[in-house]
């Protein structure tokens, strides 16, 4: 059972919250999970990005919130709607995994690090500074984030326990 405070971001979802809760998302892998943060209003957001980039989108109805290059502006303008201010934004980000071996250097198979490099030039887009990390490796990831503190939590079978 989830406790009354967390706020689930499933798989290429994203959701915000303002003043308390806690945003929480699982199984990250070659995905990332992107926190967005105004630390004056207490308004805070979490996407669960699946793939770099909307360009390769083949769905009928596009679900922004599973691309970097859309999520970001669409978690952004959700949190301006709270009370946030763009200029106050921080970033926190999480997982970008490469979770299998490959052999050969194909870009296609690398989507956890892509995944990461997309959030970072949308972050640099609209200047929000990047303020810690637990990205690559090779471990899934589970991540929650506090909107009272700005704490990022991550858990992972391998590493245990981080605060970011």
Known sequence: MIPDNFIK?????????????????????????ITLYDPKALVAGMAHVMLPTSDIAREGNLNVAKYADTAIPEMIEKMLKLGAVLRRMEAKMAGGAQMFAFAGNSDTMRIGPRNVESCKIMLTKYSIPLKSEDTGSNYGRTVEFNCETGILLIRSVQQGVKEL
């Open 9 to 33: 971001v499933g798989m290429a979802d994203l959701n915000v919250t303002h003043l308390t809760g806690v945003l929480k998302t699982t199984g990250l892998g070659s995905c990332v999970g």
